[in-house]
Structure formats: structure tokens, C-alpha cells
């Protein structure tokens, strides 16, 4: 017999056999067995999650010799010709390839015909959001007046470019993805059935690769089990598909704990070395805070973590060296690093500058500009690291008198700030916002403070950012931003967005590519129109 690849081979031949979609499985079987059926429906959801799969369990179960049933028979003629694909009453049409009139149209024509053999004909209409504005309407037309032995199936994994007209017309049915255990579970069932031996851990590097998918989840466990021979290792899966390993992300987490910021880069060169893709370890980084998040709200309960419980636990530990103000804050330093690197069109040198600041990051860092003008001048030693002196103001650690008065300054409109002061202070201030709210700071991020004139601050952006300037604009984040710069500066400031078409000189731009990555990250951005 020729080899029948995994995800067709475990394609589900009955609801009992659907993995992670119970709230659709249980919505169609009490359809079924009340006799409820809608004489449309509409399956949305992304790829390979079992839309096309339950699409023919529902034709299987309208028209089971024994049926309507939830629970078709699978060996009358119906079932057998449904499962093998040559019912004459179950029709499949790609969206993809009839989406024009004519399709529609010949379409419409052969509904009229009843059933050859069955008691309905079943029609399952693939990718039905690449039909044609013509198609779509000519399908209204049969859509609202169906013959009463027609069922009309539609998939889509993009509910969003169907014509609310159609939907209206049908019940919508959302898949979702199928989480990593749930996956796990079934690729459990396969090598059992295959008799693979796959490591637990590949299993679920496997599955978290997948994104939710089971059918890509079948695929690669498929051509790992044909390219290994049949025993498949964390190690193998990791090679073949370029993963980062959980060790690696648990490592560079404990570095920024330690605030030993040599060796998160360390690690990442570790990562490197090994040939891995720079951009999958920052979003599994990134994903590695949402976990470490979640524990944190979570309080123990490691139930929303989708990982096994071994993984869970040490999530849970991690989480408890961190605040969350702390986990948004270098949430928010990852995503912007993300960003950083389309712009660059490189992940290293950001992602390594966003791992220096968040192993050197002290919370009370922010409050004082004076500090920051002190690390600023002489930024970065030899060795690449920062020092490793306990910040101010961090909890626990009391702060020197001399900045324990400097907290208790009023903020005074009378105090005259500078130029030099912002933009020493300016790092601090975007962080301090993006603790507040993260999409201010993101914005004002694009800014660069350009003038101060009686403690009135202008902050230029870029011709092209003109969107975030007016965001800042806006009642809520002006005064959010006024709040932040006068606590940060310690005097009363109001602020002023320009857009300036004029470059602006970086401060302090040092020739070193490290250091200017840094500021290009973090401090000021050059302003050029791009
Ligand atoms: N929920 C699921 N339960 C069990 N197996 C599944 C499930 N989803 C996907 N599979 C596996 O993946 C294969 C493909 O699934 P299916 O064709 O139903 O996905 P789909 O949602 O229609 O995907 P697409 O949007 O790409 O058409 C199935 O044959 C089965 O092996
Ligand atoms: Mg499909
Ligand atoms: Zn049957």
C-alpha cells in the first residue's frame, strides 16, 4: 500500500474524533438530534484546525442511512462514499478556483436537482471568501430561497472578506486554534498507533511550532518520523526546524534576573552559534513573558500556562522575580525590538541592546535624570557591561539622602529645565510612560525633544509619524505625557508636538556602532524623512 501521509491518514471520521473544538462539536450534535439543522453554515477559522474535516462529518451525519444522527455509522454506502470523496450528493467546491459567475451560476442550476441517493445534498463550499463580488451574489439568490433538500457548508479562513449578506445567512461557526496540549494529545495517539518513538518534549516543540494547527502539527511530526527513521529527539526537531530551545529562554530570563547583562548576550551568542533564527528566540522571548505574565496574575494556578506542568512550574518560580510593571515593561522593550528590527532589517544588534537594558533596567532608574546623565557619561566600559551597583530607589534598597530630598521637590514651574536635562532624562521618560501606558510611550518614542522655551517642551516627530503625534496630541496623552516629563524632571513642563522635516542632531552620537545602536533603540532617532 502506498504511504497516506499523517494528516490524511488521522483525518476524523466522527465528532468523537474532532480535537479542541467541543464547543462546535456540541452545537452540531444537538442540531442533529433536535433536527434543527441551519440550512447553511458557515465554518471560519485558520488553517488546518478541522473545518474541511467536520464539514464532512456534518454531510456524513445528514445523511447516514441511519441518520440524521450525531453518531454516522461509517459503513452505510453514504458514509463510505463521503469518506472516500465520490458521494454524488456531497459536492466540494474550492472558492479558489469557481469563484467567477459562471461557476456560481451552474452552481445555482445543479441545486435545483434533488438528491441522486441521499436525503440531502451537501454542499461544501472551500475558501468562500475568493469568490467573486458577481459569484457572491449570484450564490445570495440560492441562498435565500434553497431548495429544502440542500445544506450549504462554507469555509473560510477569512470570515472578515465574506459579504455580510451571505453571513447573515448562515450560522457562523468560529474554529479555533487548537492549543499545544491539545495537540500534544494527539500526536500522542499517532506515534502510539505508528509505533514511533518521539520524545515528549519534541511533541510539544512540535506543537508550539504549529501555531494551533494540527494538520501542520501531523505534517512535521510526518516528515520528521521519515527523515529520523522513526525515533525523533528535542534535539532533531530543534535542527530541522531552526526552534529555540525553552532552556535557552529560561537562561537569558535568569541573566536579566541576575541583571548580568554579559550574559544574557552570551547566551544569545550561544544561540547564534548554534545557527538558530535570531527573530524566532525574540518571539519566543516575547512569549516567554506573556507566560511569565500570566503566572504572575495566575498567582500560583499554573492551569493557564499551555505548557506541561514540569515547564509550568518553572514558569511560575521565574515569575516570582518579577513585578508585572516589570513584565510590561520588558514586554514592551521586546515588541519595540520587533519593530526595531523590520526597520533595520536585522534582529541581532537590537535584540542585543534590548537585552543589555533589560538586564541593567532598574526600576528606580527612571525617576532620576541625574542618574541617567551620570551612566550616560560614561556610557558602556570595556567590557561591554554595565556595573553591577544596585539602582536607587529599587524596592528595598533606601535611597541616598541627597535623592531622597530631590523626591520630595515639588514639582515648581519656576525651576527652569534644559534642553540637555530632557534629552539626558528623555530615556527614562518613555519608559516611564510606556509603564503607564504602553502605546504612549510607543508613540513618543518616534519623538525627539527639540526645544525647551519657558518649560514648555516641543517634541518633534518625523514627517511620515505624523499619526503619532496626533495620538499624543489627543486630551488623554498630552496630560499623561505632561504628568510624566514634570515628574520625571521635577518641575512643572507642558509639551508642544511638531512635525520637523529638519535632521536633528543625535545627542551625544558616539562613532561606536554599539553605543549608536543603543540611542538609535532607545534614546533619540535621527530625524530624516524616509
Ligand atoms: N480539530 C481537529 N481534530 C482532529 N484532526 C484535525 C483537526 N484539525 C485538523 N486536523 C488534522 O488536519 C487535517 C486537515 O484538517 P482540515 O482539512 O479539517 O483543516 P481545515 O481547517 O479545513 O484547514 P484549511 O483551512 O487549510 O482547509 C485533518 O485531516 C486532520 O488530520
Ligand atoms: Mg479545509
Ligand atoms: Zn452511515
Redesign the pocket.
Known sequence: MSYVV???K???QDFN?????EHIVTTLRNALQKNRLAHAYLFA?P????????ARILAKAINCAQGPTPDPCGKCPSCTQIAQGNSLDVIEIDGASNRGIDEIRALRESVKFSPARSRFKVYII?EVHQITPDGFNALLKTLEEPPDFVKFIF?T?QPNKVMPTIISRCQRLD?RR?SVMEIVG?LEKIIESEKVEVQKEALIAIAKASDGA??DA?SILDELVSFTKGRVSLAEVVSVLGLVEQEMLFAVTEKIIAKDARGALEILDRVIGQGKDTGIFLSNLIEHFRNLMVARVSRGDASLIDLPEETSQLILKQAEHFSLEEIFSAFNVLVNTQEMAKRLDSVRIPLEVSLVKLAHDKKGDTLHPHQHARRESHPLPKQGIEPKTPAAGEKGTPLPAEQRQEEKIEPSPETEISLEGVKEAWQGIIESLSRVKISAGTYLNEGMPVKVERNVLTIAFPMNYSLHKESLERKENRQLVEQIVSQVLHTGTRVNFILSKEEIPRQDASSHPFIKSVLDSFGGRVIAED
Open positions: 499523517f494528516a490524511l488521522w483525518r476524523p474524533a474532532i480535537v479542541g473544538q477559522g488553517r488546518g484546525v478541522g473545518k474541511t474535516s467536520t472551500d469555509a479562513t474554529f487548537i494527539q494540527l494538520r501531523e
